[in-house]
């Protein structure tokens, strides 16, 4: 079947699918802009019932004052009796008053509330209308690119610069792909780097730990003071070891992440000394948890540098695969609009031929005599009519 059948048949399904992605072109952008107000209503929201929680403690502190005067006849009798029935009265009309205000500013927060909920109640039928519309949308577009597909899919003599928009699409493609990949492993490695960050923080704090009991033990025999050091120096082991296991997963992401130094804190020394505890064996452990320290100090800020390097490099990727994909949806705009002018140039075919109009007139045309003469002679017979 001929390029020229092909436009044909499709003509119609072409022209229903263009009109439908033009009444539902604003849809992706509309739909940005509702999740934003949803959010922002749901943060209101948030601090709203965080409002009333701390409203309704201090509301029922305030019923408490306020019943403690009002309804107390102990302390009415006793400050009648000594005198201080107006003081007495001051305050209950203090606490009554500041009950009063707690009730009124909690039930001012549960109208906000209200508010906002009805507000997002609403937002969200219209969110599910805009996210509606918007698959209604991408299946349009997903029917249009599968159309001109069967189409125009391959070589395309008959529909010049198809072939080389195309062609563009499709290197845009890659480049986008491309650097889309790079950037998805670079943020995966940037992510496992912070993560190994946070062990690494934790490795420190039990170091710590492990050095102040230490230092404890070294004042004087401690058995409790040997177990704890040896649980702290355990636990940071243990968060080292994490450490590395995350440093290797982000050097498969990303191969330029240096590894990490090659050091163990080793508790098999702690063992025998709460077995044998004597002044030399405390000063040898405490200087090994020292070395132990300066170790992952020295860690801790290589790894801050390999971190700072990989976020670096995440958010230039991210930059550049935005780049990359304005520039694919840019080819694939310029592909759909030589495919559309490809079924309007059919639909609008050149202007018919007139054979008998053409053959009615023969010879050629007058000169600008003859003209003078012809026009001459038609205004004398008009004028002889006349008379």
């Keep these: 079947m001929s390029a020229q059948q092909l436009l044909l048949e499709a003509a119609n399904k072409n022209a229903e699918l263009l009109r439908g992605l033009n009444e539902t072109e604003s849809a992706s952008s509309s739909l940005e ?21 701390h409203l309704e403690k201090k509301t029922a502190a305030e ?19 000594v005198g201080k029935s107006e ?23 549960k109208s906000r509330l209200e508010e906002w909920t009805k507000k997002r109640d609403e ?28 189409i125009f899919a391959g070589p395309t003599p008959d529909f010049p610069g198809e072939d080389q928009k195309e062609s563009a699409v499709h290197e845009a493609k890659e480049a986008f792909d491309f650097v889309k990949q790079q950037h998805e492993a670079e943020s995966q490695a940037a992510k496992c780097l912070v993560d190994a960050q946070g062990s690494m923080m934790e490795a420190l704090q039990w170091l710590k730990k492990a050095h102040d009991f230490s230092r404890t033990d070294m004042r004087g025999p401690g058995t409790v003071s040997d177990i704890m050091e040896r649980n702290s120096l355990s636990k940071a082991q243990r968060a080292m070891e994490k450490v590395k296991m995350l440093v290797e997963q982000a050097q498969r992401l990303s191969p330029d992440i240096p590894g990490l130094g090659n050091f163990d804190i080793s508790q098999a020394y702690v063992l025998s000394a709460i077995i044998l505890d004597d002044i030399f064996g405390d000063m040898a452990r405490h200087a090994r948890i020292n070395n132990s320290q300066a170790q992952a100090q020295k860690e801790a800020q290589a790894l ?9 490099r995440s958010q230039q990727l991210e930059q550049e695969a935005a780049d990359a994909l304005t520039r694919l949806e840019t080819a694939r705009r310029e592909l759909q609009r030589i495919r559309r002018e490809a ?19 023969e010879g050629p045309p007058p000169t600008y005599d003859e003209a003078v003469q012809h026009s001459l002679a038609e205004a004398h017979d008009l004028n002889s009519v006349g008379t």
Excluded: G, W
Aim: hydrophobic share 30%; proline share 3%; net charge negative.
């Design 33 to 53: 802009q509702s999740q934003a107000y949803l959010d922002n209503l749901d943060r209101e929201i948030d601090i709203c019932n965080t409002e009333i929680q």
């Design 304 to 312: 801050s540098v390999a971190s700072t390097k990989v976020r670096n």
């Design 123 to 150: 937002a969200r039928k219209q969110h599910a209308t805009l996210e509606t519309t918007n698959k209604t949308h991408k299946r349009l577009q997903s029917e249009l690119d599968a159309l001109y597909s069967s």
């Design 343 to 361: 079924f309007e140039s059919f639909e609008r075919p050149p202007p018919t031929y007139d054979r008998e109009a053409s053959e009615s007139f």
């Design 87 to 109: 003081q007495f009265a001051e305050k209950a009309s203090k606490e009554e008053r500041e009950y009063v205000e707690a009730v009124a500013a909690e039930n001012q927060a």
């Design 63 to 81: 019923l408490k004052d306020h019943k403690k005067y009002a309804e107390s006849i102990t302390l009415r009798f006793i400050s009648r009796a």
